[in-house]
């Protein structure tokens, strides 16, 4: 689903695909008022201040039917002084009882009605902050960057309310200048939309054709703010935390107690200077952050995982350097890394250590901003503590053991932009030192590692439509030879292949240096929409201590073309297609793989919506699926994605995935099923239930690569892998400031390993000549197999049995109050199982009952944090 993922998100956020003709409002002008008076923040627009005020009218539909006038009037008044600037409108609707209004926590988006303000404050048509609140008082806000790109984590502190009345719903927003970015003698872009639910209709003050990729460049023109300076930000929210755990143990365990307390003080800070955001995070804690969904990966590739830090997500746009989508979402700047699980190991096998699970984050500052002259600039730098796992019961060992060095990482990006934001030229380095002090534990980590690069994003064509994008990119780390070697073997490049004769493997290296470059043009306006891109990635390249990036040594091209239609019909609200093609190498020109696609996407007018994927994958060459052995051949392979879903806007509501795979071979196959339900009881009570399953069967799934009289053998076996979880969430908001969260998910997989195999000859395209079959002899006793590779009768390999059964429940409640604006506490209470055995088969009632007899581990922690602006 990662291609129908970033449709979605290519069509959510430049709102592309409409009707022919329709005119951009870009020239709509309103003047906002200096306030007169006192304006309360209450959603009932009494105060004799908004009668003085200019009226923003005359709102035309986006959506359905784009350029129509709106079916229901809108009224917008905006009044300013020198502290902040104020927001009243008059949703008028003559059934004011079907208006949707769910209650929600704040950030949630529902299907309810709502109303958007959206400000580009020093009209760079580039950036905008929009704030949104519901009939029911649900505030979100989200920021905008590069004319048309989301970020949804950003939050401001600011003021709304909202009232239902006989003559449709009202809103009121007070925004403090602090929070925006702003210049003080110039107009500034502002937009205002308003979506009807029941009716699905989106219309906007000045109005962004569907068939524009942009978004901030079309905003109109608020002029009439002149404050006598833009006020100073500063902004400091102290926090502290308790926190107790109770865990099982071993009463022999010298590190066990069974209820362990902390606590722990910190602070948030936000400094205006100049033209540019001070914010810093002084011994940060994330407690109250939702785990990690369970998974169970066997393949060679890392798993990417979401960040949901606070500081790490809220306005880091300039820091969003995507690499592309070979590998999923390869980055650039990974932010966890920062404060990663220790990388280190302790030696040996004592009975009993205590290692901590995170690295301590000390500190963490990021200075961000854009000057007049256009100059956009970000610097994040973060420094991690050393970490030491304490370790009894073995002599040999000391009691302390360094797991983790201190760290510092950093972030530099600058960015110009020309042609009112239509050029941007771009310049990123990033660098990560580790203090290794000569530590035995850290001779597998690199002392040092540094990115840098120059990129270029072009907009050009009527209405920007044409897109050029390129970069070029190079790394450099180094360390001792060992962490240098262990580079080279890595999962990302696996430089020791024996077929791999393009590539220098040296374990004496102490430092390894690469490069990567990008270039795209794209067509994405319109309704017929094309693109094509090529990316190459020397074997070399790294990044991997402050990015995400799987893999190396590759070449690849691809091309789309594909048609939008959002023109509604009595059939369908909209449509589209579009057709791929994605073609790999590695640098030695040998082709790894071509892939073609069809993606397409439908919605009825009544909300329900299709999409289907076709893809078709040619035989290639995979160069980590035997983990450093040879390229292994792939046969070719079909895939097939189908998803349902229904209007979001009804009490029930849900979708349904299915996902199989097949190869040409018939060996290999993959089915899965995630259905997902949302019922809403009430307006302020949601429960989400989505269960999963997966089966699997891999013939080649990699086992180990024993020695037998000097040589590697690669071994493989028939994998059947079954997988069951259950993620649930239950909401209550019981005002939108108050709000309890419920969230549980158990996690059951299996997997049995049959026919084992050695590899003969790994690129033969037949299976037979490919594979030889290994007689493997079960040792219950050990937990091993053994095998005869060489088939001389004399010493056997031994194999670890690699049948795995995995079981995990996670689960939390979160009660999150803000009882003050930008001032919250939260209560959370989590609970952890956790276990796993080698079980030949998978038995989905017998494992989960297995599971919940785990005993678990509970945490509780009350955190309270206070705003003040001063």
Known sequence: ?????????????????????????????????????????????????????????????????????????????????????????????????????????RDEVTPSDEFFVGIDGDRDRRTAYVFSITPRGTRTDVLIYNDNMRDPSWDAVWQAAARIDEQGWTAEMRIPLTQLRVRGDAPWGVNFSRWIARRREDTQWALIPRASPAWVSHYGELRGVTPASVPRRLEIVPYSLARVTRAPGEAADPFHRRMRPAGALGADLKAGLGPFTLTAAINPDFGQV?????????????????????????????FDYSLGYFFGSEKLFYSRRIGRRPQASVPGDPPYVDEPDVTTILGAAKLTGRTAGGWSVG?????????????????????????????NYTIARVMRDFNEGRTVLGAIGTAMHRRLNGTATFSDLRSAAYTGGLDLNHRFGEGGQYRLNAYVLGSHVRGSAESIDETQRSSARYFQRPDATHLDYDPARTSLS??????????????????????????????????YQPGSDFVSHSNWIGYESYRQTRHFRR????????????????????????????????????????????????????????????????????????????????????TGSRDDDGGARSLTAQPNVTVRPSSQLQLTVAPAVTWMRNPWQYVDDPQEDGAAHWVVARLTQRTASLTARLSYTFTPDLSLQLYAQPFVSGGSYRKFQQVVDARAANDAQRFRAVEAFPNARSGTYMVDLNRSGGELSSLDDPDFSARQFTSSAVLRWEYRPGSTLFVAWSQARDAGDPVSSFQLGRDVKRL???????????????????
Not at 12 to 40: H, I, M, N
Not at 382 to 405: F, L, Y
Not at 642 to 651: G, I
Request: overall charge negative; some cysteine.
């Open 379 to 407: 610097l994040l730098d973060a420094v991690t503590g050393e970490e030491h796992a304490r370790v009894d019961g073995d002599p040999a060992i000391p009691s302390t053991v360094p797991v983790e060095p201190m760290t």
């Open 514 to 547: 690469g490069a990567g470059a990008f270039t795209e043009i794209r067509k994405s306006g319109g309704a017929w929409r094309w693109g094509a891109s090529g990316r190459v990635v020397t074997p070399g390249f790294e990044a991997n201590d402050i990015g």
């Open 575 to 658: 449509w589209w297609w579009y057709l791929n093609t994605l073609a790999w190498w590695n640098t030695a020109g040998e082709r790894q793989g071509l892939r073609f696609f069809i993606n397409s996407e439908a919605e009825l007018p009544n909300g329900l919506g299709m999409f289907v994927r076709l893809q078709r994958d040619l035989a290639g060459l995979s160069p980590t699926e035997l983990r450093g052995g040879p390229s292994l051949f792939r046969p070719a392979r079909s895939l097939v994605v189908a998803e349902v879903w229904t209007n979001n806007a009804r009490p029930v509501s849900g979708w349904l995935n299915l």
């Open 852 to 870: 919940f007899g785990e005993r678990p581990t509970n945490a509780l922690l009350v955190k309270v944090s206070y705003w003040m602006g001063l």
């Open 1 to 105: 689903m990662d291609a129908h993922a970033r449709l979605l998100v290519v069509v959510a956020t430049t709102c592309a695909a409409a009707a022919a003709g329709a005119q951009a409002d870009s020239t709509r002008v309103l003047t906002a008022t200096r306030v007169q008076g006192v304006v309360r923040i209450d959603g009932v627009l009494d105060d004799s201040a908004w009668a003085a005020a200019d009226v923003a009218t005359d709102f035309r539909q986006r959506e359905p039917h784009e350029g129509a006038p709106a079916t229901l009037p809108t009224d917008v008044r905006v009044l300013w002084d020198d502290e902040a600037l104020y927001v009243a409108a008059r949703m008028r609707d003559p059934s004011p009882d079907s208006i949707i209004a769910l209650l929600a926590r």
């Open 290 to 318: 939702e785990a990690d969904a369970s998974e169970v990966n066997l393949t060679s590739i890392e798993t990417f995982l979401q960040e949901k830090r606070p500081f790490f997500v809220e306005g880091v746009d300039l």
